[in-house]
């Protein structure tokens, strides 16, 4: 039995967060166009999974320095989530 969920896809579908990790090296390819990639894997997947809509770039050599606006939004993009699944 399949339940449905909002736009065809799964009510119970797995939330997917996408996380780089090596800053320096996605300058040449996502870094230009991060919301090609997230729209290409949203549209591939769209019934399977829930692919939140940033890319979070988190390098450690920024986070150590004090510099961690994306490890903020990521983690705050986790509490949304976690939040969803407390409610349900």
């Known amino acids: ?3 449905e969920g909002f ?3 799964k009510l119970w579908a797995p939330r997917v967060i996408l996380v780089s990790t090596q800053a320096d090296m996605v300058d040449g390819g996502v870094k230009g166009d991060p919301d090609g990639l997230v729209n290409e894997l ?3 997947y769209e019934t ?3 692919i939140e809509p940033h890319l979070f770039v988190v390098d ?5 320095r004090g510099n961690n606006s994306e490890m903020t939004m990521l983690k705050r993009a986790i509490d949304v989530i976690k939040q969803f699944i407390c409610e349900v």
């Open 1 to 3: 039995m399949s339940i």
């Open 42 to 44: 949203q549209q591939r």
């Open 60 to 64: 450690s050599l920024s986070t150590s």
């Open 48 to 50: 399977d999974v829930i």
């Open 7 to 9: 736009a065809g896809c």
